[in-house]
Each structure stands twice: as C-alpha cells, then as structure tokens.
C-alpha cells in the first residue's frame, strides 16, 4: 500500500495575496492521489505559520510519522509550502525523507525525489524559494526605509500615544496629547519616572492601554516623534506629521534623562533585549520571571546563552522573591518566544477566535456597583450631618465625631475602589483584530522595540505552569 502524507501550509498573507487556502491546496492534493491511486495516510496542516523556520505542529507530527516509517511519500502543492529555507528544505529531503525511504513530491513543479532528477531539482528550486524570501523581506525593508525618507510614520501595530493613525497620516490626538506634555512637564519638574507612571496611571488613559508601566513613560520621554521626527533603521527624518512637544523642551528632557541613567550618548539600558520581559509570572509562588543567562564555551566558542526564570528560584533579588523553595521551569529564550509569537500568528491567521477567546475566559465577581452605591449613600448621610449642624439640631461634638466616622469609611471603600480588579479589557476587540491585521509583517520583519511593542499590545500577563502556559489576552 502507497501511504501518502498530504501536507499543506498558508500564511496568512499568501492566502489573501496568492491564494494557497488551506481548502484549494488540500482539493488538489487528494485528486493528485486519486489520479495515482495512492492512500492518504493523514492530512497534516498548518495554518497561519510562516515557512521561515520549522517549529510547526503539522510539520513536527509529519517528521514524527516519517521517522516511525508510517509514511511512502509526503505530498505538497508547491516546494516552498514544505519551507521557504535552503537550509531546511534539504534537511527535509535529504536527512528525513529519503533516509527513511519517504519519497517526496511537489505537484505544481512536477517531480518528485524517486528519480536522480528530481532530487537535483529540489536543491536548485529550493535555492529560488529562500532567494523569493530574502527579495520580499528587502523590498519590504526598503518601502518602509522610503516612507520614513517621505517623513510618513510606518504604521505597525503600535500607534503612538498623542496621535491616531488616519489614512496613513499621523494626526494629533488632542486628549492624549495633553497626557503626553503632561510627562513631559512632570518630568522636567524633577518628578521620578516610578511616581510619573503612578500619577499618569491614577488619572489616564489612551486608546490602547493605560501608564501601568514605567517603561511606557521612558518611551514617551525618549521618542523623537513628539517634536516631528520619524525613525527608522537607526536614523531620524523629519516628519509630515505636527510635533506635540517644543524641540527645546523635549532637548532639556532627554539631557536630564541621560544624566539620570548616567549613560550620557548610549542606548537605554532599560530596554529589554527580550521579547517577553515584563509579561512573565509564575504559576507556582506568582513571582515574576526574568531574562538571565549562562555563557557556555571557550575562547571563540563561547556562547551566550539566556533563560526566563521565576525570581524566587533565581534569589537575585530578595525584595522579588514570593517563595524560595520555587522550583517552577526555566524556559530558554529562543524556545518560548517562537511559541509565544506562533500563537500571535495562529490569532493573526483566524480572528475569528478572538471572541472564542473572550468567550471562553471567566468573568470575576464585580463589586463595583456595590462599593459605589454605599459611597454615593455615605456622601448623602454626611450632608444631612452638615444641615443638622446648620440648623443647630445636634451638638457641635457628636455631629463631628459622626462625620469623622463616615469619612474613615468613605476613604477606606474609595481606597478599595481604586484597586479593584473588576477584569476589564486593555485593548477592544477592534483594537485588537487591528493589531493582529499587520502582526504577521511585524514578527517577521519588525526590530526588536516593534516586535515587543505589538507583543505588549495584545498580551497582559503570561503565566508559567512547569512545561506549560496561559496567556492572559489584552482583550479579555
């Protein structure tokens, strides 16, 4: 019997550009086997995930089918549904399919690896394959270097605070801009950053988020896009769009700052190389994880290799530690990052699940109203207080000792109000299918800041439980 693995893959942009849909591959892949009167052994299938790189769920059980000898041949629609790799395609080919006698088939190029040509012809298509990548990735980078050149903002999933992104013009935001002068003010009036974050988190918000970290008041201090710059690539144009801070002020703010962090003409050092710092919490004791690493090698062989680990099993630092006896799992970085994005892109590829999502996620008992109404009757009881004292009604003590009383109520329920967590949504659902609109460009050739930045956008809280995790959407 001829088993045959059909396997089929689509990003989310070849579906829409070139229409590889999972459905028109997977037709004419079954009639390719019925034509030959080969038996389908499975269908292995992954939608949404780039052929960049193999870490695939399809792709994984395929290697795994082949290397139990389950399989005859793998069958696809096309060489680069396999990978867009040299690297990898022949790594497939050679060192998976054939070594296990698996022969492997493309239909729309017409060969297959039974035949001496055919396997010559895998590695000079797959040569064409990456070099179509690498082209699409730099005329992406150079239409987007142009744009900037032109003084257009790049768009993305992240759309600065003070500014709403309007046909692809920046346009002030007037409500946000006041936010955002206001950091600046508060800042220049020596205020430290952690009390600025407070303050700002206390009294605002912005269209996708809230000031609940320090790192966004750094951010706004630091952009040059406030005084009508835009950057890219390391460099800065000036802009089409209006600055929201005079170039003086924002001058004076980023000499202080520099001054501050005592790294006068150099990069931030509280900007994270890594793509998940800050969302990390252990399922365990509920301490934070962090990025750390260990060098490994010598000489020209060593290597630096980092790990998201839980703080208290860590102890580097004492005031961070919830539970020293934690012994919950150490992810290294270049394993959990590609899953954590594969899952953006699984998200980017269906929107549709964002509401299963949402659905899905348990409501928390609300004790807003309450709080509020008992504060709202608390007010009322005081001023019948006051108009008892007026009227001269009740002694000038008891009335007094009485309001006092209300009053230690009334800031102790608004104390509680204030931190209640009642679950709301960072970001809409609108919000989000935005974001996850332009997700796919960005993770695969954003910088490092863009690629966190949309990271942080659509994730609150990632939550570590040994092998595996829970993430905590913006939107639910």
Excluded at 449 to 462: A, M, N, P, Q
């Amino acid at each position: 019997m001829n088993k045959t693995a059909i396997y089929v893959r689509v990003s989310t942009q070849e579906q829409v550009m070139e229409g590889y849909s999972i459905g028109a591959q997977t037709e004419k892949l079954k009639s390719y086997c019925s034509i030959k009167d080969w038996t389908i052994y499975d269908i292995y299938t992954d939608g949404g995930f780039s052929g960049s790189n193999m870490e695939r769920p399809g792709l994984t059980k395929l290697i795994h089918d082949v290397r139990q000898n389950k399989i005859n041949n793998v069958l696809v629609y096309k060489l680069d549904r396999l990978s867009r790799s040299q690297k990898d395609t022949l790594y497939l080919i050679e060192d998976v399919f054939l070594k296990h006698h698996v022969n492997f088939v493309s239909i729309n190029e017409n060969f297959d690896t039974s035949s001496p040509f055919g396997r010559a012809m895998i590695g000079i298509l797959s040569v064409f394959a990456q070099l179509e990548r690498e082209q699409i990735k730099e005329r992406s980078h150079m239409g987007r270097v142009e744009r900037a050149k032109e003084g257009y903002f790049h768009g993305g999933g992240f759309i600065p605070i003070g500014y709403d992104y309007v046909g692809g013009v920046l346009i002030i935001n007037e409500y946000e801009a006041m936010q955002v002068r206001k950091v600046f003010k508060l800042f220049l009036n020596d205020t430290p950053i952690d009390r600025i974050q407070k303050t700002m988190n206390s009294k605002y918000t912005y269209k996708s988020g809230n000031w609940g970290s320090h790192s966004v008041v750094r951010n706004v201090i630091t952009n040059n896009l406030y005084i009508g710059k835009v950057s890219f690539g390391g460099k800065s144009y000036d802009g089409k769009h209006q600055p929201i801070i005079d170039e003086e002020v924002f001058n004076e703010a980023n000499k202080r700052y520099a001054a501050r962090s005592n790294i006068k003409g150099k990069s931030n050092p509280f900007k994270s190389k890594h793509l998940l710092t800050g969302l990390l919490y252990c399922g365990n004791c509920g301490a934070r994880y962090f990025a750390k690493g260990n060098y490994s090698g010598r000489g020209e062989n060593k290597r630096y290799y980092p790990y998201y680990t839980c703080y208290s099993r860590a102890k580097t630092n004492k005031k961070l530690v919830v539970d020293p006896t934690c012994k919950n799992t150490s992810f290294p970085v270049v394993k959990l990052e590609p899953i954590i994005i594969e899952e953006i892109k699984k998200l980017a590829f269906d929107p549709s699940r964002i509401n299963e999502i949402k659905g899905q996620v348990p409501k928390k008992e609300n004790d807003q109203p309450v709080i509020e109404s008992r504060i709202a009757e608390l007010d009322k009881q005081i001023s019948r207080m006051l108009d008892l004292y007026q009227n001269n009604n009740m002694p000038f003590e008891q009335i007094t000792a009485r309001i006092e009383q209300l009053n230690d109520e009334k800031e102790s329920l608004t104390d509680e109000l204030n931190n209640l967590d009642i679950n709301q949504p960072t970001i809409t659902i609108d919000q989000a299918a935005e974001l996850l609109s332009r997700a796919s460009d960005i993770l695969d050739n954003g910088s490092v800041d863009e690629r966190r930045k949309l990271i942080h956008s659509l994730i609150d809280r990632i939550t570590i439980y040994d092998t595996d995790f829970e993430i905590q959407w913006s939107f639910t």
